[in-house]
Each structure stands twice: as structure tokens, then as C-alpha cells.
């Protein structure tokens, strides 16, 4: 007993140097900023303590409102079309091909670029007379106004940001598909399985535990989106590219109304935490390890 | 026993261990905003009486606060600038890190009276009303009026930003309309960019330039007629006429780009595209003087310009718009007079001049600082319009909520202008957004 708990002080010695760094640096700020969250500290007059206040504010908040309905759209049309696109993605780069390692690059090369840089890139595709509507024109009369339009603004920052997910994702699957055995597929050859079967059957619910792990991640990313909206819109136009973390920067560093962005960034964590819990129960329906 | 004892010594130790760290991130804190001080200690080892005085600025202004805080230092032998210029985008943060911390930050600018207010209200300023020479700053006294709060006044006026009409000479011509006067009233404005908007021999031209539907320089006209705090609903009504106009220039007279054209990278940039030479007529502050020079002198085009004064409001005195940039001292400074000292160095002739002198209008006006500025400058040829009318301010001295009245005014007026709300509901709407979400927050 005596020596498994010497053991024990050992090697909570090395871990001590980490456990310092994520006391400080984050469970500090986590606790702070629940503190922060009943108060309704500016950041210069002292810090007021004033109950739930924050919380019942939200709930007449309409900005906060629209910006939850804006990430909810963003999170529920983004991260399927991310999935699905990467799954695809993931299984032609599987393919045995000349140079397919170039092509992994390319595809991987959007996640590592600045996504201010691409959002400044994208803008400017997305100009009224800009490449992508000349390319639309050739098929319909009048192409969207993308980023000057209410309706088309939320559209063009998924398709960005799908863009510039499904490399990281399909990396990621590609490493799964290549850890399916071989004699699965050559099992299903002879029980006449043609190559669509082959994937729904055999490709999609072996690969399920990574594809569970890649939605949520990018459920949570989702919930997190800033850069883009911040390079591409703004906000704008009006509310309509309103997310959670853009209201919350700008609510803190803008207006600096620290406790009442504490207060926004708990109930995004709440619901980030719930969402991540639905998942998890539900992923004994469709996943299989 | 004794394991427990170890480990609860352990647990006591790493929460010790978590408080110096977080009182080490604290000092260090300070340490960044005292770095001024210990120059200070360093500084009186030479002279037992010289003063280091910290003054905060942004980016911009650097290079000719440069050379107004060399010329004060020459004149004044006791005092020490350490003057930091911070990121525009980061400068307000910086500046609630400097405050929060009370320490650090004696002198510092911003661009709008806006931000002076705030922290008026926020009871981070000195009350400098006694404090100041009036007749030294004479030549300012009906701007200090404006800036007096609560009995009080908090700040200087250093710099004032002009707005003017800005026309490519060569467009009148060609269409062979009189070059804009003092008569002009924005009702002229409208008529004439009718008239501007042609077919030229390089594709469109238009007679008015717009600009990009998120941003708010549509208010303009607004502000010529005194209007300029969206959170009144009287001035409100005015803005809503302002918008008006700036949707018909768009949609009906056809004189300008509409807005959707405007949405991403073309719209950004109207020094560029005024540069083009498409665009007849746009109204614009002092500093764009400065930025055609020097693109042109870059040889991103070549246009022949002028300025005229800005049109102004039917029925009202004739009156410019902009916004002063002041400064101000902190309530919490150690050194008070030698910050007042320098305050008023900021807001005197001598500093407009050399302020003027890089294209900048100061609050100062008079026959030196306009000198100093329309000499160096080859175009526009009547750069003396900027010195010519009282400026009415943009930005509402006391009203601390400004900026969030301001943002939904640009977030509804941004759909009217894009054609997906109409006028009414849209000013109706930030009607009742301002009265929920800033009046009675």
C-alpha cells in the first residue's frame, strides 16, 4: 500500500508543473468568469454583484436571441454538409492513384490558411459581378447578392466554412478508411454486395466511431465560428450573420459589459455541453465499435 | 496518517503555488504599465525634478505627435513624454487594461468625444475646468463649451475633423457643370449628381460616390443640420431624411452604385475607386486629401480634384460637419499640473501647426495653422474650405450610449439601404430597438 502511494506522490510531482499551468491559465479564467457572470463589472467601476440578473437579461435580449438562431442554423446545415463532404472526400483520397499525395495536400492546405485571409478571399469571390456569380449567370438569370443579401450572407459563410473544414476531417476519416480490413470488403464481394452496398454497409458503420468523434467536432467549431464572420459580414447585414461568439466579443470588448458577456459565453457552454450529451447518448443507435 | 498529512501539505502547496502565480500575473501586469515609471526613477537620477509623464495614443497619429511631443519636451526641460501609440483596433482594450489597473496612463487621446464621455461617466477623468488657462486657449473656447459636462469640463480639443465635398474637375467639364460652391445645399447636390451621371468614354460614370452600406457616412447630411445622437428621437427623424436621400441617389436618381455592388471588396476601398476617375462628386473628411495625395503620388492613378465646402441643410446656417479628437488626463495621474501642462500643449497654435502641417486640421484655427496646412499641398487648390465653416459635431458629447444607438442605426439602416426593408418600418424599428435594448437596458 505504502509503495503504490509513494508511487502515486511521484508522479503527481511531474504532473504538478501542468496541473500549475491549467490552474492558471484555465480553470482561473473558468471559475473568473462565472464569478463575472453575476456581476455587472465594466471593467473600470467596481465589480457589483447582482444575482441572475444577467441571465433573465438574455432572455429579453433580442440580439442574443437572433445570434442563437444564426449559430443554430450556421451549426445544423454546416456540420452535416462538413461530414458528408469529407466522408466523400476522405474515400477518393483513399483512392490508388499517381500523386494522390499532392491532392491530400491541396485539400488539407485551406484548414491551415488564416481564416481572416480567407475570408477577405471569399469576399471578394462573392461580389455581386464577382467569379462565382459569373459562374451562376450562366445558368440563372439573377445570382444571389451573397454577402449584401439577408438571405444569401448565411449561405456564403457555410459554404466557406464546409470549404475550409472537410480537408481537416478528411484526413482524419482517411485514416479510418484505411484501417478497414480488407477482408470485410472481399467478404462482402461474395455475398454479391455491389460497391454502394459495400459502403453503407461495410465502409459507413466501421468508419462510425471516427465519423461520431468528426461530428463533434465540428458541432463544437461550429458553435465557436468568429473569424469568418468577422472577415466576411460582420454581422451583417442588419443581424442575419449574427453568431454566439461575435455577439459575445462584441457585447465584451466593444461594450464592455464583461459580466453580461459572461454570462452569454456560460449559456454557450451549457448548450454546447447538452448538445455534446445528446450526441453521446444517441451514438449507440449508429455507432459500432 | 502520515500519506494524508503529505498529501494535504501537497494541495496547500499547489494552492499556494496557484496564488503567487496569480499575484506574479497581476504584478507583471503592472510592471508592462509601469515601464513608464521606472523611467521615471531611471530619469530623475539625472535631474531630481523632471516629470515622465504617460501618454497614450493610436497608431495613426504617430507620426505627427512624434514631432509635437519633441517640440514640448524642447520647451519644457522638467517633463518627459513616454508616449505609447497602440493598434487602433486594440486601443480601447488597451487603454480599460491601463485604467483598470489605475496605474500607468496620465494623458491619453481618442478620436471622438464619444469615448470621453464614457469614461466621464465612468468617473475615470480629471476635472480639469479650473485647472486650464482660458485665455491661453481663447481661440478654442466655443469648442470647450461644447465639451463642458456636468459642470465640468474633462477633456481638450486637439484635433477637428472637417467634412468637405470632394469633385473631379474633369468630370464637370466634360459635362460642363459649374464647379460646386458655398451655395450648394444638399437638395443641389442630388439635383447635380443627376446631371454628372453619364456614359463616359471608360464605361459608367457616376455623379456621386457611395459607400459601403455598413458603414454610417449616408448621416453626413444629418449632422450639417446639427444632427448627430440617434438615441433622440428627434434627431432620429432627421437621420431617417439623411437615409432617404442617400437611397434615392442610389435607386431612383440612379447617381450612385447601389449598395449591393458596394458588399465586399469594392466597397471598401473610395479612395481607389474615386481615383478611377468615375466618380464625379463624394463628400469625405480632411484626411482624404492626404490619402489621394499620396496614392496618386504612388501612382495608383491620376485624377484632377478640387474641394468645396460641404453642401449644407435648406433653411439652416451654412455649417460643416466632424468629429474633434480630444484629450484628456486621468483622474488617477500623479502629476497633474505637468498633465494639464502638456494637455493644453496638445490644444495650443504651436502644436496645430505642426498637426497641420501633416495634412491634419487642427482644433486651432487661425491664419498659421491654415497656412501650414493648404501651403504644403499642391491639390486640392481651395483646400481653405476645411477652415471655412463652424463644424457641427458628429458625436454627442454627453450621451455615454451612443455607440450602441449608433450600431443599430447602421445594422437596420444597412437592410433600407440594401432594399430589404422599407424606410418607415425600418426607422421604426430602430425606434423601438433603441428604446429596449440602450434606453432602458
Not at chain 2, 35 to 59: C, I, K, M, P, Q
Request: charged share 20%.
Amino acid at each position: 500500500m505504502k509503495r503504490f502511494n509513494k508511487k502515486y506522490l511521484v508522479a503527481f510531482m511531474f504532473l504538478l508543473p501542468s496541473l500549475i499551468g491549467l490552474s492558471i491559465f484555465v480553470l482561473y479564467p473558468i471559475l473568473a468568469s462565472l464569478v463575472m457572470s453575476f456581476t455587472n463589472w465594466d471593467g473600470l467601476t467596481p465589480m457589483k454583484f447582482n444575482g441572475i440578473e444577467n441571465y433573465i437579461q438574455l432572455w429579453k435580449d433580442e440580439t442574443f436571441k437572433i445570434s442563437l438562431i444564426n449559430n443554430f442554423y450556421y451549426t445544423g446545415v454546416s456540420v452535416p454538409l462538413t461530414i458528408i463532404f469529407s466522408v466523400l472526400l476522405a474515400i477518393m483520397m483513399n483512392a490508388k492513384v499517381k500523386g494522390i499525395g499532392v491532392f491530400r495536400v491541396l485539400y488539407f492546405l485551406p484548414n491551415v490558411t488564416a481564416a481572416i485571409a480567407v475570408g477577405v478571399i471569399w469576399s471578394s469571390m462573392f461580389t455581386k459581378e464577382g467569379p462565382i456569380n459569373q459562374v451562376i449567370a450562366l445558368f440563372i438569370e439573377n445570382p444571389p447578392h451573397w454577402l449584401g443579401s439577408s438571405l444569401w450572407a448565411m449561405p456564403a459563410i457555410i459554404i466557406v466554412s464546409v470549404w475550409k473544414g472537410v480537408g481537416y476531417f478528411a484526413i482524419i476519416l482517411l485514416a479510418g478508411l484505411q484501417g478497414i480490413p480488407h477482408h470485410l470488403y472481399e467478404a462482402a464481394t461474395i455475398d454479391g454486395a455491389n460497391k454502394w452496398k459495400q459502403f453503407i454497409h461495410v465502409t459507413v458503420p466501421v468508419l462510425s466511431p471516427v465519423i461520431f468523434f468528426c461530428t463533434i467536432m465540428a458541432m463544437i467549431s461550429s458553435f465557436q465560428v468568429f473569424d469568418t464572420i468577422v472577415a466576411m459580414t460582420e454581422g451583417g447585414p442588419g443581424r442575419a450573420t449574427n453568431v454566439l461568439v461575435y455577439h459575445i466579443y462584441n457585447t465584451a470588448f466593444l461594450d464592455f459589459e464583461f459580466g453580461y458577456a459572461s454570462a452569454m459565453s456560460y449559456i454557450l457552454f451549457i448548450i454546447i455541453l447538452l448538445v455534446t450529451i445528446i450526441q453521446f447518448r444517441t451514438q449507440k443507435r449508429w455507432v459500432h465499435y | 496518517m502520515k500519506k494524508q498529512k503529505v498529501f494535504g501539505m501537497l494541495v496547500v502547496g499547489i494552492l499556494f503555488l496557484f496564488l503567487i502565480g496569480c499575484s506574479e500575473t497581476e504584478s507583471s501586469n503592472d510592471a508592462n504599465s509601469q515601464t513608464g515609471e521606472r523611467e521615471n526613477a531611471d530619469s530623475s537620477n539625472e535631474s531630481s525634478e523632471t516629470v515622465t509623464l504617460n501618454f497614450f495614443d493610436w497608431f495613426d497619429e504617430e507620426n505627427y505627435m512624434e514631432d509635437v511631443i519633441a517640440k514640448f519636451e524642447e520647451a519644457n526641460p522638467d517633463i518627459k513624454i513616454n508616449a505609447t501609440f497602440v493598434p487602433t483596433n486594440e486601443y480601447e482594450q488597451k487603454l480599460l487594461v491601463n485604467m483598470s489597473s489605475g496605474e500607468g496612463l496620465d494623458v491619453f487621446a481618442v478620436a471622438n468625444v464619444g469615448g470621453m464621455s464614457n469614461y466621464q461617466s465612468k468617473g475615470q477623468l480629471l476635472d480639469i475646468s479650473d485647472l486650464i488657462d482660458r485665455n491661453e486657449l481663447e481661440n478654442l473656447s466655443p469648442l470647450i463649451e461644447q465639451l463642458e459636462i456636468e459642470d465640468g469640463l474633462y477633456s481638450l480639443p486637439y484635433r477637428s475633423g472637417a467634412w468637405a465635398l470632394y469633385y473631379n474637375k474633369d468630370i464637370f467639364d466634360e459635362a460642363g457643370v459649374d464647379y460646386p460652391d458655398e451655395t450648394w445645399t444638399w437638395e443641389t447636390y442630388e439635383e447635380k449628381a443627376k446631371e454628372l451621371t453619364m456614359k463616359g468614354e471608360n464605361g459608367q460614370i457616376w455623379g456621386s460616390l457611395n459607400y459601403q452600406p455598413s458603414s454610417t457616412w449616408w448621416r453626413v447630411p444629418a449632422n450639417t443640420a446639427g444632427i448627430n445622437n440617434p438615441n433622440n428621437p428627434e434627431d432620429l427623424a432627421g437621420f431617417k431624411e439623411a437615409a432617404k436621400l442617400n437611397y434615392e441617389l442610389s435607386y431612383e436618381d440612379k447617381a450612385q452604385e447601389p449598395y449591393s455592388d458596394l458588399v465586399g471588396e469594392a466597397g471598401k476601398d473610395y479612395t481607389g475607386r474615386f481615383l478611377q476617375g468615375n466618380h464625379a462628386m463624394l463628400f469625405n473628411g480632411e484626411w482624404l486629401v492626404e490619402m489621394l495625395n499620396s496614392a496618386m503620388e504612388d501612382g495608383s492613378g491620376e485624377i484632377n480634384y478640387d474641394v468645396a465646402p460641404l453642401p449644407y441643410t435648406e433653411g439652416m446656417e451654412p455649417r460643416s460637419a466632424g468629429a474633434m479628437a480630444v484629450a484628456m488626463v486621468s483622474k488617477n495621474t500623479e502629476h497633474p499640473e505637468e498633465a494639464v501642462r502638456f494637455l493644453s500643449y496638445l490644444a495650443s497654435e504651436e502644436a496645430g501647426e505642426i498637426m497641420a502641417g501633416h495634412g491634419v486640421l487642427p482644433a486651432w484655427q487661425s491664419d498659421i495653422t491654415t497656412e501650414a496646412f493648404v501651403e504644403r499641398l499642391d491639390q486640392p487648390e481651395n483646400a481653405g474650405v476645411f477652415f471655412e465653416r463652424p463644424i457641427n459635431s458628429q458625436v454627442p458629447v454627453d450621451d455615454p450610449l451612443y455607440t450602441e444607438g449608433m450600431k443599430i442605426m447602421e445594422e437596420e439602416v444597412s437592410l433600407y439601404l440594401l432594399q430589404e426593408k422599407e424606410l418607415d418600418e425600418t426607422f421604426n424599428t430602430i425606434q423601438e430597438r433603441i428604446d429596449s435594448e440602450v434606453l432602458n437596458k
